[in-house]
């Protein structure tokens, strides 16, 4: 895991050109340093000048590209350093990430007449790029952001991977010069892992963006291919970019996506249009205990053989260990291909109330498979002590909670090892999460004229607690959900504030115009299911495919995998996936919804029946007391990576929630004070208070905070 950033300039004098580019390209790397504290390096590279035509003579001024690298050590330790060359340093690469199938492509590369002077993966990149071109992205396995400048064919390009679990920033300034002087270089594109990079520079600090702030307001987080600071883009996940410096300033930059998710939203007994399909006896509707069982041995075979690719490594792995349902199977798969006698140090987060707390239960399953556990509770100390720290590494406005005890996780992890297995993507894939389970009995309400005012009337009669996700929030979650059309309900549900809300306290936001934008991006390339208004409330096969195309395109890439690689990157710890594997993904899309999810009468349903079935037939292929444990497992309610929201705003929180809500109109300027402080009241009381709401507009202070702190004067643009 690393951090890189770079830049590309124009200028007439050579040597100013490369003075400033050399200290520019070293300060954006240098506040990267937490991503890679091992080793760091900036090369700067220069582009002949190319022939002058007719109408531009201004191309004729010679263009200097920077590359810098902070390098976190962990394939080929001693070598592999960055940036790397070509042979004659034509071509330059500066990755983060890892290749999984790199041995294969150096193996093919060699037989195709190139060199290698390194062990690494990421030399793999520089003549894949020589002998593929675009193509090389299409064959990586892995998690990636990289960037190559070609200086043959006079390009930059960049991309990352298919889920977008490794970021990559980039900001393409106007035409006109940033300096009135004529002698100053011009700056024509940055890129770097992190925002915090480009506000190193002073010609590239920006303004925060507004519709990235009604985005986070919605959604608790920046929704891509948006970031908080007007100018600079984050490049959506399955994307690359290619730069032309010499190209009239509409045409110089590329943008396109080289893959996304798709889903069928297909029945049982429905045929596959996935490479990637389960066995014929999979797609017989009369043998449903069958099928499931021949699905669930091919996910563990899928999911075991993404579980062994990411053991490559030359410093120490260990594995995060919720005790649910994920976790405990990548442990289990581990110790299945490790063996009972290897070495295993498993990681978990604990809590003192029992509504949040899983550690127990994830010390059961760690006694089972013989691991070395280590477990540490997060408390309000802890809280306190972390939040600060946390805030200040985010760089964006970030209200997933769940970000400071991940954090805590892996500082932990990170004095025993380098590289942490996680469990990411699995309710993604397999329809894990609570919205899921709304999907069928929001379709049936949202045709009663009179449901929704007397669902909310209900509503107002349950009680209020501050547990782990209490009965009152989950239903008025739900009855807010169903003012809005179906494909736009799961991110109501998972959000903050409703368009509605959004728009009352802040009435410049014009919150329902973004979330039609929004939802148009989204959707754009969903599919042939979609073809049909997605406004309407479709079968449950359209809405079920419609909430898998917003976790897995929107939620994922945006929310989670931006919190794992925030909160491991700030203790310079490596954090893979396998549920994100490329094949996996590609099959578990294809398959039958009711693999995914098991719709039943009474009940709103279960999600992941296909990864329950593969744990029990994992736990079955050992001996007790893990095949006894896994039962629990299965059967046990999903319980989130939560901490107690609710409590902690009204209890060491409020004073800093207080101050977040006094520096709001900064940052939104027409907010609605009245309205703003009947919500910040609304904290005292358990039975009105708003957590979600109120968790957002302290992180948005804090983040406000931290970079006024810091010197850096962020207003909101225009």
Not at 271 to 286: D, K
């Amino acid at each position: 895991m690393c951090g890189i950033a770079g830049l590309l300039i124009r200028g007439a004098d050579r040597e100013k050109s490369r003075t400033w580019i050399d200290r520019s390209a070293r300060a954006m790397v240098t506040s990267l340093h937490h991503r890679g504290p091992d080793a760091g390096a900036v090369e700067v590279l220069e582009l002949p000048a190319a022939i002058p035509t007719c109408d531009d003579a201004s191309v004729v001024e010679p263009t200097t590209i920077a590359l810098g690298h902070r390098r976190l050590s962990i394939i080929d330790v001693a070598g592999s350093a960055q940036p790397c060359f070509n042979e004659d340093r034509t071509v330059a690469v500066t990755f983060n990430g890892e290749l999984y199938n790199y041995r294969t492509l150096r193996q093919e590369l060699i037989g195709a007449g190139h060199q290698f002077s390194t062990n690494g993966d990421t030399e793999v990149l520089v003549h894949g790029w020589e002998e593929w071109g675009r193509e090389l992205v299409q064959r990586l396995d892995g998690m990636f952001a990289f960037a190559v400048a070609d200086l043959s064919r006079r390009r930059l390009f960049a991309a990352v991977d298919p889920l977008g679990q490794k970021p990559l920033y980039y900001m393409k300034p106007g035409p006109a010069p940033l300096n009135a002087a004529a002698s100053r270089p011009r700056l024509q594109f940055a890129f770097a892992s992190e925002p915090r990079a480009f506000l190193t520079i002073d010609e590239l600090r920006g303004s925060a963006s507004s519709e990235a702030l009604v985005g986070y307001l919605l959604h608790d987080y920046i929704p891509s291919p948006h970031s908080i600071f007007e100018g600079i883009k984050r490049l959506a996940p399955g994307s690359y970019l290619e730069l032309n410096p010499e190209a009239d300033s509409s045409q110089a930059l590329l943008v396109e996506r080289y893959w996304q998710p798709s889903f069928t939203g297909r029945s049982l007994g429905q045929p596959m249009s996935t490479a990637h399909s389960p066995s014929a006896n999979c797609e017989r509707p009369g043998r449903p205990e069958k099928a499931l069982d021949q699905a669930a041995e091919e996910f563990l075979e899928l999911l075991g053989d993404a579980v062994e690719k990411r053991l490559m490594s030359d410093v120490p792995l260990g594995i995060f260990l919720s005790g649910g349902l994920d976790s405990s199977l990548l442990v289990g798969l581990l110790r299945e291909r490790l063996g009972k006698d290897a070495d295993l140090d498993t990681f978990s987060i604990g809590f003192a109330d029992a509504s949040f707390d899983e550690s127990d239960q994830a010390q059961q399953t760690a006694d089972a498979l013989g691991t070395r556990h280590h477990r540490q509770q997060f408390d309000q100390t802890e809280l306190l002590a972390v939040l600060p720290h946390v805030a200040a590494h985010l760089d964006e406005p970030f209200a997933d909670p769940s970000v400071l005890p991940f954090s805590v996780l892996c500082r932990m992890a990170r004095r025993k090892v380098t590289v942490a297995l996680g469990g990411d993507g699995g309710d993604e894939l397999f329809a894990g999460y609570d919205p899921f389970r709304a999907v069928g009995a929001a379709q049936r309400l949202a045709f009663l004229p009179r449901g929704i005012s007397a669902l909310a009337g209900l509503i107002r009669l349950l009680p209020s607690t501050d547990g782990n996700m209490p009965l009152g929030f989950k239903a008025e979650r739900f009855a807010r959900g169903l003012r809005y059309p179906a494909k736009l309900r799961p991110a109501v549900w998972m959000g903050a504030f409703s368009p509605i809300e959004l728009e009352r306290l802040w009435p410049e936001a014009k919150a329902q115009d973004f979330t039609k934008h929004y939802a148009s991006e989204l959707w754009a390339h969903h599919g042939d299911e979609t073809a049909a208004d997605p406004n309407s409330n479709t079968d449950w096969h359209r809405a079920m495919s419609l909430a898998l195309g917003f976790f897995q395109r929107r939620y994922l890439p945006d929310d989670i995998l931006v919190k794992v690689d925030r909160a491991s990157m700030m203790h310079s710890l490596e954090v893979r996936s396998p549920f994100l594997d490329r094949q996996l993904v590609e099959w578990a899309n294809g398959l039958p919804l009711e693999f995914k999810f098991q719709r039943q009468f009474l009940r709103l349903g279960t999600g992941k029946p296909v990864a329950r079935r593969g744990l029990q037939l994992l736990a079955a292929r050992a001996k007790r007391p893990w095949t006894a444990l896994a039962g629990d497992i299965v059967n046990r309610p999903k319980k989130g990576f939560g901490i107690p929201v609710r409590r902690w705003l009204r209890g060491p929180l409020a004073e800093r929630l207080n101050a977040a809500g006094r520096s709001l109109p900064e940052i939104l300027p027409g907010t609605d004070t009245q309205r703003l402080r009947s919500l910040l009241a609304q904290n005292n009381t358990r039975a009105t208070g708003q957590p979600k709401e109120l968790w957002s507009l302290l992180m948005l202070g804090l983040w406000l905070r931290q970079w006024r702190e810091q010197g850096v004067d962020i207003a909101r643009s225009a």
